[in-house]
């Protein structure tokens, strides 16, 4: 059996994987947020990672519900499984909004056309539409023009998690393994049980 900070090395570099690669299961992740009503779940894509802060990142609208929330509450949860290693990784962070407009523009400008045309839809995400409509805009996502582009810019955001706690479960029909990182000045690790 890896030694816990092996283990933790090995989290970092699968998360790394699955913001390069579309196929693995760390590409997109389990956001909860907690509303008046209680939590919210939904899945968004996972963009950046800093294992040194420890923070991961991921791209939204600002005018979606979860950025509501986040304003009144940032405790988030993120919750991963990666099926073909059976490993669950649960989060614990804070969420924040990057509100640095040089960045977020230099990301913007990196981003494909068909991620961009996402944000340039006439309704807010989860706005409630009579019938049946697409949330997009009404043109090839290649022909887009400067308004367009600042248009889907000034809704974009990057919201990145400062990560408190990883509760880590590695499912093993010998018996299943659990651990726990904590992050403050230090790394604090626990087994627990499964
Ligand atoms: C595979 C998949 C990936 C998604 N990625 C994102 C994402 O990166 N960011 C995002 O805001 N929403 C993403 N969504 C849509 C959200 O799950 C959600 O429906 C939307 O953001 C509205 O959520 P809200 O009203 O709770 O804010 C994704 C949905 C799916 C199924």
């Given at each position: ?39 919210d779940s ?39 499984y990666d ?70 810019l000034s ?40």
């Amino acid at each position: 059996m890896l030694e816990p900070f092996q283990i933790l090395k090995s989290e970092w570099e699968n998360i790394s994987l699955g913001i390069q690669k579309a196929k693995h299961d760390y590409h997109s992740f389990v956001l909860s947020t907690i509303s008046s009503n209680g939590p919210d779940s939904r899945t968004v894509i996972l963009r950046a990672v800093d294992k040194d802060k420890p923070a991961i990142w991921f791209h939204s609208d600002k005018r979606s519900k979860k950025i509501l929330h986040l304003k009144k509450n940032k405790n988030v949860s993120a919750l991963f499984y990666d099926k073909s290693r059976k490993i669950q990784l649960r989060i614990n962070g804070l969420a924040h909004i990057e509100d640095n407009i040089k960045n977020n523009k230099r990301i913007w400008e990196s981003m494909r056309p068909e991620s961009k045309i996402c944000y340039m839809g006439p309704y807010a995400p989860s706005q409630r539409i009579n019938q049946f409509e697409p949330n997009i805009l009404e043109k090839s996502a290649h022909d887009l023009n400067e308004e367009d582009e600042n248009l889907g810019l000034s809704r974009f955001c990057r919201i990145g998690i400062k990560i408190k706690k990883i509760d880590w479960l590695k499912l093993d029909y010998k018996g299943h393994q659990r651990l726990e990182f904590e992050f403050g000045k230090e790394i604090k690790v626990q087994w627990i049980a499964s």
